[in-house]
């Protein structure tokens, strides 16, 4: 069964650039996709890149501010985050998208373990 591990997370400051990795243990021929979780919140989708490495959707909240990128020789999908504020603190998740909206988690399986992001302000 394909595995996802999550590298990265960690804590900065507002401003700072952070940059999450997921590999897989296996070739993924699927999009990915990157969720996150504030406490007390639900899970919210940031963006999704198909096995190409092209960026199928990012969230609005991100937009301009996040990155995302695949490296399939790796079989590691990236998810580069800059100009991080008090807002973006949260679990991080990638998972795979096995179809339908990519915005929507009940669509996706295989999930990582999960990233801590915390900015200060």
């Known amino acids: 069964q394909v595995q996802l591990v999550e590298s990265g997370g960690g804590l900065v400051q507002a401003g700072d650039s952070l940059r999450l990795s997921c590999a897989a243990s296996e070739t993924i021929l699927h999009t990915m996709g990157w969720f996150r979780q504030a406490p007390g919140k639900e899970r919210e989708f940031v963006g999704a890149?198909?096995?190409?490495?092209?960026?199928?959707r990012i969230a609005d909240s991100v937009k301009g501010r996040f990155t995302l990128s695949r490296d399939s020789a790796k079989n590691t999908a990236y998810i580069e985050m800059n100009n991080l504020e008090p807002e973006d603190t949260a679990v991080y998740y990638c998972?795979?998208?096995?179809?339908?909206?990519?915005?929507?988690?009940?669509?996706?399986?295989?999930w990582g373990q999960g990233l801590q992001v915390t900015v200060s302000s």
């Open positions: 890149i198909d096995w190409r490495g092209r960026v199928t």
């Open positions: 998972a795979i998208h096995r179809g339908g909206d990519v915005v929507n988690s009940e669509q996706y399986d295989h």
